[in-house]
Nanobody, 126 residues
Framework: QVQLVESGGGWVQAGGSLRLSCAASGRTFSGYVVGWFRQAPGKEREFVAAISRTGNTFYADSVKGRFAISRDNAKNTVYLQMNSLKPEDTAVYSC????????????????????WGQGTQVTVSS
């Protein structure tokens, strides 16, 4: 079992930046692939970014070039740096994790992950 807690959400004006954190407890985080997802009001949850055990990254087209996912295994934490934020980035952001033996593996759908955090609200005003 691993528990995930997100932090760093808040309100920001368009063009601004936020850094979200996903802190894990219960297990060593290094063996897990981690993803960030978001859900806006009235919309389905969508994939944002993912990072493999070895730090390979993958992004949704909508955030590519603006967001960066990274991990610090010593701190059991994954980060999502969000720059050039737009009003359409407004959503609840959640991190998710799944243990894997494969260094290059990552997931981009809800079903690829076993553990989820509660989410943190990000609001971008125009």
């Amino acid at each position: 079992q691993v528990q995930l807690v997100e932090s760093g959400g808040g309100w920001v004006q368009a063009g601004g930046s936020l850094r979200l954190s996903c802190a894990a407890s219960g297990r060593t985080f290094s063996g897990y692939v981690v993803g960030w997802f978001r859900q806006a009001p009235g919309k389905e949850r969508e994939f944002v970014a993912a990072i493999s055990r070895t730090g390979n990254t993958f992004y949704a087209d909508s955030v590519k070039g603006r967001f960066a996912i990274s991990r610090d295994n010593a701190k059991n934490t994954v980060y999502l740096q969000m720059n050039s934020l737009k009003p359409e980035d407004t959503a609840v952001y959640s991190c998710a994790a799944k243990y894997t033996r494969y260094n290059a593996a990552f997931g981009i759908t809800n079903h690829d992950y076993d553990y989820w955090g509660q989410g943190t609200q990000v609001t971008v005003s125009s």
